[in-house]
């Protein structure tokens, strides 16, 4: 009955999560929680679900595991293939096309929502939201079971025009509140910052995640 | 005559649901699918809600009263089922007034929380109702009660209810701090009920915020033109 609850149809190893991603002028930074959870089990506590497509474009995957693994898969193969054929890196609009083909195609059997984000040459950072099989360029997107608890904070602290570290807060604050109050979401914070010099994965754990007024102050 | 009214019953539901003579929404239940949010300060609480009542997608009533009295200094903020809650509002309101009577003084914010969780709990099954009761008294200053479908009660700093609150937890989670002023709750609970209209369809109207206190209660009203700004439009 509700479209982020993909996560009710997969008994068996549901990504249901906090995944989302930002563009900032000259790059993107994508975030994403690590808990993989089989019913009330979590079956992986460190799980990084920020895949890379190509140097410098990656996807967040939500939903059920093994689907977004495999069309992220699937998508890796063929962007390495286009790219062979072009001669040139690709473009993030190109894979975010691949991934949308596969989530409308196929969109009665998988349950599966992938964020694509990236850098190129032509339009610089880049993210696009294909949930369902649609596509759609937006400065930022939020997907998962615990995005909605964050819709509100997203749209009040979001402004045009942050600078990367700005971004990087932003995600690191956003994936810490979902994790809070989702209980299909936490773990560690898994970071990836794609630029035009370089793509940095980062890993925040727990007890260095940002807290709030309900919580107990952190150990030194 | 029996035989044909009973042949009448049997082929009515069919009848609507084949055709559109009759529209969906009078066969849906009239709820207060719904945002409403209370917080507390020192010397007394920010009430507020928003102010849409839906049968199905028809909107009943675009600019309704969710923040309901139940004593001078007590009020409930009410989400669920539009029936459920009045009737629950009416009944808790009756005992009250009745209990302080007796009392000969003004009510406690808690025994109105309690006799509201017992009419939730007692009831459970046939009820679907999600109360905040808030209020101001002389023992523990301002208070708000939080009393779920299910019938938990828990007293919370600042709580949020109704369809909408889901996408205001992290909001209101980064943004609250103990020991804000009442000028400063006003504006978070504006701000956050906005952002709750914005993205919940059950949602929407003017945002109606309510301050009780030693002194009284104020209310007032922000039209949708008047309501915050949010960035991302």
Request: hydrophobic share 35%; charged share 20%.
């Amino acid at each position: 009955h509700c479209r982020m609850g993909q996560e009710e149809r997969t008994s068996g190893g549901g990504l249901s999560t906090t995944i989302l991603a930002i563009e900032f002028d000259g790059g993107v930074v994508l975030g994403s929680d690590s808990r993989v959870s089989a019913g009330a089990s979590v079956v992986n506590r460190v799980m990084n679900k920020l895949s890379q497509l190509h140097d410098k474009i990656y996807c967040a995957l939500s939903g059920s595991a093994a689907d977004a693994q495999t069309i992220a898969e699937v998508v890796n193969y063929q962007l390495d293939v286009h790219s062979m054929e072009i001669g040139e890196d690709p473009q993030v609009r190109s894979a975010a096309t691949l991934v949308r083909n596969i989530s409308y195609k196929y969109k009665e059997e998988l349950s599966a929502h992938l964020i694509v984000a990236g850098w190129d040459r032509r339009k610089g950072g880049q993210v696009y939201a294909t949930l369902n099989g649609l596509l759609t360029r937006q400065p930022f997107a939020v997907g998962g079971s615990g995005s909605s608890y964050v819709y509100g904070f997203v749209d009040a602290e979001y402004r045009k025009g942050m600078s990367k570290e700005e971004c990087q807060k932003f995600v690191v604050s956003t994936l810490s509140l979902a994790m809070n109050r989702d209980g299909s979401s936490g773990g560690v914070a898994y970071l990836v910052t794609i630029d035009e010099h370089c793509t940095e994965e980062k890993v925040i754990l727990g007890n260095d995640l940002p807290t709030f007024y309900d919580q107990p102050p952190k150990y030194p | 005559m029996a035989a044909t009214a009973s042949m009448m019953q049997s082929f009515g539901p069919n009848l609507s649901a084949q055709n559109d003579l009759v529209p969906d929404w009078t066969r849906t239940e009239v709820s207060t699918g719904t945002t409403i949010m209370a917080v507390e300060y020192d010397g007394g609480v920010v009430i507020g809600a928003d102010s849409r009542t839906t049968t199905g997608a028809y909107i009943a009533n675009r600019v309704t009263d969710k923040l309901t009295p139940i004593h001078d200094r007590i009020f409930c903020c009410r989400s669920g089922s539009a029936a459920d809650t009045q009737a629950i509002a009416d009944v808790v309101a009756y005992q009250l007034g009745f209990h302080s009577i007796e009392l000969d003084e003004p009510p406690l914010v808690e025994t109105a929380a309690h006799l509201f969780k017992a009419s939730c709990y007692r009831y459970r099954e046939e009820l679907t109702a999600g109360i905040l009761v808030a209020g101001w008294d002389r023992r523990r200053g301002g208070q708000v009660y939080c009393v779920p479908i299910g019938g938990m009660l828990v007293r919370q700093p600042v709580s949020v209810g109704g369809s909408g609150s889901t996408y205001i937890y992290g909001f209101m989670d980064s943004n609250y701090k103990p020991s804000m002023s009442k000028e400063q709750c006003l504006e978070l609970t504006a701000t956050a009920l906005t952002l709750a209209m914005e993205r919940d369809g059950s949602s929407g109207g003017v945002v109606r915020l309510a301050s009780i206190s030693e002194d009284g209660v104020e209310r007032r009203v922000i039209l949708g033109n008047q309501l915050p700004k949010i960035s991302t439009h």
